[in-house]
């Protein structure tokens, strides 16, 4: 008969290998807001979000962290050469420029009167409307 050795226990929830990796970092910005980098080589560029990447924590911005790709042509029509495009930059190194001064902001959250939820600019309170 066969002795077991190891003691079997319980899974816990979310702590396997596949879920860490799928779990997603908040992020205070989204899609079409306007920010600024305030740290990094492109510190003080303003942009526009493009596309974020909740799994990494990440976010491109236009016309932020350009680097050179290599590009090989895939078809007959298709131009081989260097092309620019912009890299992604992590979350925590850029802002949200508030809708009423212009400036850089934290932001909070806060229930409007009809029960949904609105991003307001930390100095100033003023509603930072999404982008959609």
Do not use: C, F, W
């Amino acid at each position: 008969m066969r002795v077991l050795t190891h003691k079997k226990t319980a899974k816990k929830r979310n702590r396997t290998r596949h879920g860490i990796n799928a779990e997603r970092v908040k992020m205070h910005v989204s899609k079409g807001d306007t920010v600024r980098v305030m740290r990094g080589d492109d510190k003080g560029k303003e942009g526009k979000v493009l596309s974020i990447y909740p799994k990494t924590g990440r976010v491109l911005v236009e016309g932020i962290n350009i680097v050179k790709k290599h590009r090989k042509a895939r078809t007959a029509d298709d131009q081989s050469g260097i092309i620019e495009a912009p890299a992604p930059v992590h979350s925590s190194n850029l802002m949200l420029l508030d809708a009423k001064t212009g400036e850089p902001t934290r932001t909070k959250a806060r229930i409007d009167t009809d029960g949904t939820k609105e991003r307001v600019g930390a100095r100033t309170g003023e509603p930072i409307p999404r982008v959609r």
